[in-house]
């Protein structure tokens, strides 16, 4: 899948996300006026709209990612284009966004995660997820083993990956009628 599909299906989840919790939550100042008037679908899809049309600008090697939180467009861009950024914060349709910086690309950490995807039963990893929040690689494992981390470090140095142990490994049932 395309980063920018996976993009967007990561904007949509959060704004959902969002919608659930927004009801209980109160909206504060970094809801600008009109919008803190909208109901909160209507919130989510404008911050949905937003946050494609910031993360639109960067290119696959220059965007890290990008999330909702507290009614806030956050912007994950590489260094290099954190730093040579005129400002770290804007305002763009009533929606504060913010640019914060990381050390690789959604690009990247999904590259590594499609060549790292064929040896999940080999080395019994359950998932693999390129997390845009973290910018770090999430793998969730049945064992932590020395073989597993020289896999790992075979692709991606291990700083960029947070791994964590499952209680089983998951099987498939299939159950039949009668």
Request: negative net charge.
């Amino acid at each position: 899948m395309k980063p920018k599909k996976i993009f967007l299906s990561l904007v949509l989840f959060f704004a959902l996300l969002t919608l659930c919790i927004l009801p209980s939550a109160s909206l504060d100042q970094t809801i600008i006026s009109p919008i803190y008037e909208m109901s909160a679908a209507e919130l989510n899809i404008h911050l949905t709209d937003v946050a494609s049309q910031v993360a639109d600008q960067f290119s696959e090697e220059q965007f890290g990612g990008v999330y909702i939180d507290e009614n806030r467009v956050i912007i994950n861009v590489v260094n290099e284009v954190y730093n040579k950024l005129p400002n770290t914060q804007s305002t763009k349709n009533g929606v504060i966004v913010e640019y914060h910086p990381v050390e690789l690309s959604l690009a990247y950490l999904e590259d590594i995660m499609d060549q790292m995807t064929p040896y999940m039963m080999q080395y019994k990893i359950c998932t693999i997820d390129a997390d845009d929040v973290t910018n770090t690689l999430d793998l969730e494992v049945v064992e932590k083993t020395d073989e597993l981390w020289e896999f790992i470090e075979s692709y991606i140095d291990p700083k960029y990956v947070r791994v964590s142990t499952v209680s089983s490994y998951p099987t498939a049932t299939v159950a039949y009628g009668d």
